[in-house]
């Protein structure tokens, strides 16, 4: 699994594109190094491009929300928006936002960039 990533201080955004299988070292290094970068501010919101990687399964799913609850302070009251048109990785995204409701984090999926980049920006919602 690869995971590119960018951050628009601007928006208060931090863009992602997943390649391949995912496995849970590379997603959560791939945070430390985020949360590590002189940009990044909890609170900053995440738009994922999945579409180039396979659908996750539950054992990563839960790893991920568990990785967010120990890391609540880091991640502030971010969202998380994924992007897919791929069925399964909408529905892989619904597990998640029913496993992490006690999260201060919010996960939505959506199918253009636009609509994840509006709802997930907090520059734009005018929260930082």
């Known amino acids: 699994m690869t995971i590119d ?3 628009d201080p601007a928006r208060g955004l931090v863009h992602l594109r997943y390649g391949g299988t995912p496995h849970f ?5 791939t945070m430390l190094e985020v949360f590590a970068h002189p940009s ?3 609170g ?5 491009d999945i579409a180039d990687c396979a659908p996750p399964d539950t054992p990563y799913i839960l790893a991920c929300i568990n990785f967010v609850a ?7 009251s971010a969202r998380w928006a994924n992007v897919t048109s791929d069925p ?5 995204t619904r597990v998640a936002q029913g ?3 006690e999260l201060p984090s919010n996960v939505e999926v959506f199918a253009t960039f636009e609509e994840a980049i509006a709802w997930a ?7 930082l």
């Open 5 to 7: 990533w960018h951050i």
């Open 25 to 29: 070292a590379v997603w959560a290094n």
């Open 40 to 42: 990044y501010e909890a």
């Open 44 to 48: 900053f919101g995440f738009v994922a």
């Open 70 to 76: 120990e890391h609540a302070a880091e991640f502030g």
């Open 88 to 92: 399964a990785h909408y529905g892989m």
């Open 99 to 101: 496993r992490s409701q």
């Open 121 to 127: 920006s907090p520059r734009s919602a005018g929260e």
